[in-house]
């Protein structure tokens, strides 16, 4: 059996929940244009860009490589949270499953916080565990926060 597991972490970011939420659930399109340097074109296969069920292709820049990951959308208003669900792409490869779950939870003060819950299996123990990957999103969410601000 291969190995499993989650990787859980919180960001930090001064932009509010709702135009954080927004910007992950329904603004996929226009993501490029705010973190280029990481996500280069995001495109639809399937359901409109902010339905529930929608699977998107996110071409992307890992470790200084082009790759590609394929997903289906869920979304969860009351929560403020949007769950990635692997479908396909480079990491698909080496993992069985890769879900990863932002979530958006207001702070006291001014900003919020977006907890990332990454579940993983791999498909055997001769792969990494996708501690890199987890990298990656945490660097994505924390970049887009300038891009909020400036909206």
């Known amino acids: 059996m291969a190995t499993s597991g989650t ?4 960001v930090p970011l001064k932009g509010t929940v709702e135009k954080h939420y927004k910007k992950w659930r329904s603004e996929n399109h226009a993501i490029s244009e705010a973190i280029g340097h990481h996500i280069q074109k995001v495109t639809i296969h399937e359901g409109e860009w902010d339905s529930h069920g929608a699977i998107k292709t996110w071409d992307y820049t890992h ?14 208003d009351e929560k403020k949270s949007v769950t990635f669900r692997g479908l396909e792409g480079h990491m698909m490869e080496q993992l069985k499953v890769y879900d990863v779950i932002f979530e958006f939870i207001p702070k006291l003060e001014d900003g919020c916080v977006c907890k990332i819950t990454m ?8 792969f990494p565990e996708p501690s890199n990957y987890m990298k990656l999103v945490k660097s ?7 891009h909020v601000l400036k909206a």
């Open 63 to 76: 470790d200084g490589k082009p790759e590609v990951f394929k997903e289906r959308r869920e979304i969860d």
């Open 7 to 10: 990787f859980v972490t919180e």
């Open 119 to 126: 579940i993983w299996e791999k498909r055997n123990d001769e």
């Open 140 to 146: 994505m969410v924390a970049d887009m926060d300038d």
